[in-house]
């Protein structure tokens, strides 16, 4: 009944040890008096191919070559080979890839065998002390592993004093395979040799991917990858919100002296902003506020106003109207970029409101001549295209007093805007304000179109082209009339009169 109950602890303590992937010699597979016998049956044709094509090995691909070979070549050049210096191995280690199977028998799956020493295995790993001290085993494999190329390394740094050395040059894919690995083998030199390592060097955006991949698998000790997460997170206590940030980033930007420098930085900013908003949610975690754009939308147009009232009583010397176009360029160019901002984060619908109030600037606006102002116009035009394309949603009164502050004078400066190159699309300004108009009341499409229709006939292409606006609304007004039966309202007498009449019936 000993013996029985013996065997069965022996049999639970290699089943454990199997599924760890950790196998001692001496049980890695039933003697052959003991296997089972083939069965009475004898196998089909069909079955008898299937087991001379699983006794074929494989062709190896050239990549597991390269690997074999490098591997060779680390084993030429491994310090336990170094009888000399080290001795005799006293521990014969086996690590196999997926398939190889236990107990070293033929196999198309790549398995290497080292004879390495218990002293250096057991002083370095602390799953290697804890296994041969329990088990007092000189046969050891290690079974399924995903990559027997860096168990050998693994291996091999066990035998240096400098690990930080060793690893100098190798990739970061490398280093964190490696880390992998001796976090697996309770290697605690080559788990901080490897974060010291990844702390140091730079790493690409694939790098970071498989960076944070790698770790939370591992799901080491915070205390331990502290130092290079610090590079991907930051404690909130230490951080400025993103808020403060892109108020600081903003005022440098509109107060740049260098236009070039300037114009580039709108452009990395709105591409990170829009790159963020479209990753499942940004908005959420990236905290501007509306308010912080408002406000600086409220210095935009207080800057604006300023520029165009000094247009006013200009004087006509040539150095002051250059330097007077280039602020009011530069102050609408500003206006613009906030705008794009607004509406790539769903917020420009009280910007169309606030600008269609905008009276007293399109006063100084009318006095200006267009070659000065013809850039405020874009504003306008930026607005029609989002509100044709239904990325701002306002409601009628505003769009109308949108159209009724400013089309007159992005009629007036269309000609101009054409002229200014190619950052302006001409097509793209027609298809917004058609889009717009038609979306008014037919009433609010008749008295804007007719008036358009007199001024195209007089100042032709310097005009925009909004004849399909014209023909849909004509076809609207006079020729398909659609009409809509309203719903009569039942009262609560006619419901009575209905009762008393059924009642009668």
């Avoid at 070559?65 to 014969?92: C, I, Y």
């Avoid at 002293?119 to 799953?127: E, N, P, Y």
């Avoid at 509306?290 to 006013?312: I, P, Q, W």
């Avoid at 705008?339 to 600008?355: N, Q, S, T, Y």
């Amino acid at each position: 009944m000993a013996s029985q109950k013996s065997s069965r602890n022996q049999h639970q303590s290699v089943s454990a040890m199997i599924r760890q992937g950790f196998i001692s010699g001496p049980f890695l597979s039933p003697p052959p008096s003991i296997r089972p016998a083939a069965g009475p049956m004898n196998p089909t044709l069909f079955e008898m191919m299937a087991i001379e094509q699983a006794r074929e090995p494989k062709p190896k691909s050239d990549a597991q070559k390269k690997v074999q070979e490098r591997v060779s070549e680390a084993l030429t050049r491994a310090p336990f080979r170094n009888h000399e210096l080290w001795g005799m191995g006293d521990v014969r280690l086996t690590v196999a890839e997926a398939g190889a199977g236990a107990g070293g028998g033929e196999s198309a799956a790549f398995r290497v065998s080292m004879d390495v020493h218990q002293r250096v295995l057991a002083g370095k790993s602390r799953f290697f002390a804890e296994k041969l001290r329990r088990i007092g085993a000189h046969s050891v494999e290690i079974l399924e592993c995903d990559d027997v190329e860096v168990y050998v390394e693994a291996v091999v740094l066990m035998y240096s004093d400098n690990l930080k050395t060793k690893l100098m040059g190798m990739e970061v894919s490398k280093v964190l395979s490696l880390l992998k690995v001796s976090s697996a083998l309770l290697f605690d030199d080559g788990i901080r040799t490897c974060l010291e390592y990844l702390e140091a060097v730079p790493w690409s955006q694939d790098d970071e991917e498989l960076m944070v991949s790698h770790l939370n698998q591992l799901q080491l000790d915070k205390s331990r990858t502290d130092a290079v997460l610090q590079r991907l997170t930051a404690e909130p206590s230490t951080t400025a919100s993103a808020d403060e940030i892109f108020l600081k980033l903003s005022f440098g930007v509109l107060q740049a002296k260098d236009d070039k420098s300037c114009k580039e930085m709108k452009v990395l900013i709105s591409r990170l902003l829009k790159n963020n908003a479209n990753n499942h949610g940004f908005h959420d975690r990236l905290d501007i506020t509306r308010d912080t754009l408002y406000n600086l939308c409220d210095r935009c147009l207080s800057s604006l106003v300023l520029c165009l009232s000094e247009a006013t009583c200009l004087d006509e010397s040539m150095s002051e109207r250059s330097t007077l176009m280039g602020e009011i360029a530069r102050e609408a160019d500003n206006m613009q970029w906030i705008v794009g901002i607004l509406i790539d984060r769903k917020m420009g619908d009280e910007f169309v409101k606030l600008w269609g109030d905008q009276k007293e600037l399109a006063v100084l606006h009318s006095k200006i001549p267009s070659l000065y102002r013809h850039e405020v116009s874009k504003i306008t035009a930026q607005l029609c295209i989002s509100i044709g394309r239904g990325h701002v949603l306002v409601p009628k009164d505003t769009r109308f007093s949108l159209l009724s502050t400013w089309l007159v004078a992005l009629y007036d400066d269309f000609r101009w805007m054409r002229s200014a190159g190619k950052s302006v699309d001409k097509k793209l300004i027609e298809e917004g304000l058609c889009r717009t108009i038609l979306t008014l009341p037919l009433a609010q499409q008749q008295s804007i179109l007719l008036d358009w229709f007199n001024r195209f006939l007089n100042i032709g292409d310097d005009c925009p082209n909004i004849q399909r606006a014209f023909e849909i609304w004509w076809r609207r007004a006079f020729v398909k009339r659609y009409t809509f039966e309203l719903q009569t309202q039942i009262t609560a007498h006619d419901i009575l009169n209905q009762s008393n009449g059924s009642r009668s019936s």
